[in-house]
């Protein structure tokens, strides 16, 4: 079954707002492992990796709303 524009929207929403707590929660448990003195690095490479995953569903995001808004335009 397919998905109509505002179910992809909706759906791409979520996952832009799942991402950004994901990337609040990796924050916090960097911050909180630099002040016991541990290493960080992999922490911030998975952070990282979440950002640019951020950015790509943000695009998609963007992308299914100008889809929407053109075809309510055209009705």
Do not use: C, P, W, Y
């Not at 832009?16 to 003195?37: C, D």
């Not at 790509?56 to 992308?63: A, C, M, S, T």
């Amino acid at each position: 079954m397919a998905m109509n524009d505002r179910d992809l929207f909706a759906k791409a929403d979520h996952q832009v707002s799942t991402l950004k707590e994901r990337i609040a929660r990796q924050h916090e448990a960097i911050k909180h492992a630099k002040l016991r003195g541990h290493s960080t690095a992999a922490a911030e490479a998975a952070q990282q990796a979440l950002v640019d995953t951020l950015r790509v569903f943000e695009k998609r995001r963007r992308q299914v709303f100008e889809q929407l808004e053109a075809k309510e335009r055209s009705l």
